[in-house]
C-alpha cells in the first residue's frame, strides 16, 4: 500500500498532522468552541426561502464579488462596533481560514515569514505552511497567557516578520490583548519590515462578540496593513454556513481579491449568510445567554480550586494539572468531552447550555475527586 511518505510531498509537510479535534459520540460535547444553540425556526424558515430563490439561478455563476452581502456584514460591523465601514473594506470567503489563507497567499509565500505568539490558534502555523510561508512562534507570558509587549516588540524588532498575527480572543487560553499592545506591535513590524511595503499584521476577532472589551476594529483607522479577521461560525452559530470576512482599507481588500479563486463563495452560502445576518439581533441574544454562562463556569471552576484564564471568548481554559489527559479521561468517562489542546497542565472547556454546563461541572468535581484519590499523596494537585 501507498503511503503518504511514498508521495513526491513537498518537504514541510512531511511528518505533520492535519487540523482536528476528536469527536466522540457522547452526552455531552463541549470541545469545539461550538455555539450550543440551534438557529431559530424563523431564520431557518428564512434560509429556506433565501436558498430557495437562489436555487433557481444556480445555472448561473453566483455573484462573484459578494456585494450585496459584503454590504450587510459592513453594516452589521458598524450597528455593532460604532465604527462605520463600508462594503469595500469587507471581504468575505469559505470560512475564517480563508480568509487567512487569502492573507498569506497574497502576502506571504515562499522567502517570506509569518510570526504568532503560542499558545495561539495553531491554523495560523498550519496555513503558512500551506503557503510556503516561514513561520516564526514567539511566546505568551506562562503566567497568564498575555503578550508582554515589551518582550513581544523586541521579538518582531528581530524576527522582522512579513505577517504578524494577534489572536483577541485568543484561542486556546481566551485572553485578550490591548489595543495599545496591538499598536505598539503594528508599529515595530513596520519598521522592522524588509521591505518598504511595511508588514502586513492581521488580528485575528473569531470570537470578539463574546469579548467584554469592544472590538479592535477601529485600529484599522490610517493603517493600511492592519487587517481584522471575523467569523460567523461562533456567535452566529452557522459553523456548518463556512463563512469568515474580513475588514480593512479597501486597496488591502482589493489586493486579496488577486489570490481568490473565481466564484469562491457560492450563491447558496451568500444566501445563508445574508439570512444570518437578518436576524443577527436575535443571534446576539444567544450570545448574552453563552456570556452569562462563561462568567458562571468561571465562578465555579475557581471554586473548585482550579486555575482558570481569565476568558473573553466562549470558552475557558483551566488547570492546572500534573496530568491533565488523566482528568480529560475522567470527565469523558461521566460522557463530557472537552479539549486537550497540549498547553501544559492546561485544558479547555467550550461554553455550552445551562444544562450541558452543570452536566460538566458534575464530571468535574467527580473527575477532581478521583484522580485525588488516586494520586501520590506526594504529587501535586490542582
Given at each position: 500500500?501507498?503511503r503518504i511518505d511514498?508521495?513526491?510531498?513537498?518537504d514541510e509537510?512531511?511528518?505533520?498532522?492535519?487540523y482536528?479535534a476528536?469527536?466522540?459520540?457522547?452526552p455531552?460535547?463541549l470541545?469545539?468552541n461550538?455555539?450550543?444553540?440551534?438557529?431559530?425556526d424563523?431564520l431557518?424558515?428564512r434560509?429556506?426561502e433565501?436558498v430557495?430563490?437562489a436555487?433557481?439561478?444556480?445555472?448561473?455563476y453566483p455573484?462573484?464579488d459578494?456585494?450585496?452581502?459584503r454590504?450587510a456584514?459592513a453594516?452589521y460591523?458598524t450597528?455593532?462596533?460604532?465604527?462605520?465601514?463600508g462594503?469595500?473594506q469587507?471581504?468575505?470567503a469559505?470560512?475564517?481560514?480563508?480568509?487567512?489563507?487569502q492573507?498569506?497567499?497574497a502576502?506571504g509565500?515562499?522567502?517570506r515569514?509569518?510570526?504568532?505568539?503560542?499558545?495561539?490558534y495553531s491554523m495560523h502555523a498550519?496555513?503558512a505552511?500551506?503557503?510556503?510561508?516561514g513561520?516564526?512562534?514567539g511566546?505568551?507570558?506562562?503566567a497568564?497567557?498575555t503578550?508582554?509587549?515589551?518582550?513581544?516588540v523586541?521579538?518582531?524588532?528581530?524576527?522582522r516578520?512579513?505577517?504578524l498575527f494577534?489572536?483577541?480572543p485568543?484561542?486556546?487560553?481566551?485572553?485578550?490583548?490591548?489595543p495599545d499592545?496591538?499598536?505598539a506591535?503594528?508599529?515595530?513590524?513596520q519598521?522592522?519590515?524588509?521591505g518598504?511595503?511595511?508588514?502586513l499584521v492581521?488580528?485575528?476577532?473569531?470570537y470578539?462578540?463574546f469579548s467584554?472589551?469592544p472590538?479592535?476594529?477601529?485600529?484599522?483607522?490610517g493603517?493600511?496593513n492592519?487587517v481584522?479577521?471575523r467569523?460567523m461560525?461562533k456567535a452566529?452559530?452557522?459553523a456548518?454556513l463556512r463563512?469568515?470576512y474580513l475588514a480593512?482599507?479597501?486597496a488591502?481588500?482589493?489586493?486579496v481579491?488577486?489570490v481568490?479563486?473565481?466564484?469562491?463563495l457560492s450563491?447558496?452560502?451568500?444566501?445563508?449568510a445574508?439570512a444570518a445576518?437578518?436576524?443577527a439581533?436575535?443571534l446576539l441574544g444567544y450570545?448574552?445567554?453563552?456570556?452569562?454562562e462563561r462568567d458562571?463556569?468561571?465562578?465555579e471552576?475557581r471554586?473548585m480550586?482550579?486555575?482558570?484564564t481569565?476568558?473573553?471568548?466562549?470558552?475557558?481554559?483551566f488547570?492546572?494539572?500534573?496530568?491533565?489527559?488523566?482528568?480529560?479521561?475522567k470527565v469523558?468517562?461521566h460522557?463530557v468531552?472537552?479539549?486537550d489542546?497540549?498547553?501544559?497542565?492546561?485544558?479547555?472547556v467550550?461554553?455550552?447550555?445551562?444544562?450541558e454546563?452543570?452536566?460538566f461541572?458534575?464530571?468535574?468535581?467527580?473527575?477532581?475527586?478521583e484522580?485525588?484519590?488516586?494520586?501520590?499523596e506526594?504529587e501535586?494537585?490542582?
Open positions: 500500500m501507498t511514498d508521495l513526491p510531498l513537498r509537510l512531511r511528518g505533520k498532522t492535519p482536528g476528536p469527536q466522540l459520540d457522547v455531552v460535547r470541545n469545539t461550538e455555539n450550543p444553540y440551534p438557529l431559530p424563523a431557518v424558515r434560509i429556506a433565501r430557495s430563490d436555487a433557481r439561478g444556480l445555472n448561473r455573484d462573484r459578494a456585494v450585496e452581502l454590504t456584514l453594516g460591523l450597528q455593532t462596533t460604532g465604527y462605520a465601514v462594503p469595500r469587507v471581504w468575505a469559505n470560512g475564517s481560514n480563508e480568509i487567512l489563507q492573507l498569506l497567499q502576502f509565500g515562499p522567502g515569514t509569518a510570526l504568532g505568539f503560542d499558545p495561539s498550519l496555513i505552511r500551506g503557503t510556503g510561508t513561520w516564526v512562534s511566546a505568551r507570558d506562562e497568564d497567557f503578550i508582554d509587549e515589551p518582550a513581544a523586541e521579538f518582531v524588532t528581530a524576527h516578520p512579513d505577517v494577534i489572536c483577541s485568543n484561542n486556546p487560553t481566551g485572553t485578550a490583548v490591548e499592545t496591538v499598536l506591535l503594528y508599529d515595530a513590524a519598521r522592522a519590515a524588509k518598504r511595503h511595511g508588514a492581521v488580528v485575528d476577532e473569531a470578539a462578540e467584554h472589551r472590538s479592535l476594529l477601529p485600529l484599522i483607522e493603517r493600511p492592519l481584522l479577521s467569523t461560525s452566529f452559530g452557522a456548518g463563512l469568515g480593512a482599507d479597501p488591502l481588500v482589493d489586493a481579491q488577486l481568490r479563486l473565481p466564484y469562491h450563491a447558496v452560502t451568500q444566501a445563508t445574508h445576518l437578518e436576524f439581533p436575535t450570545v448574552q445567554e453563552l456570556k452569562s458562571r463556569l468561571v465562578r471552576l471554586a480550586g482550579l486555575d482558570v481569565e476568558s473573553d471568548a466562549n470558552f475557558i481554559q488547570g492546572s494539572f500534573a496530568d491533565p489527559h488523566a482528568f480529560w479521561e469523558l468517562e460522557g468531552l472537552i479539549r489542546n497540549g498547553v501544559p497542565g492546561r485544558l479547555r467550550s461554553v455550552g447550555t445551562p444544562a454546563n452543570d452536566t461541572l458534575e464530571a468535574a468535581r467527580a473527575a477532581l475527586k484522580t485525588q484519590a488516586a494520586a501520590p506526594s501535586e494537585r490542582p
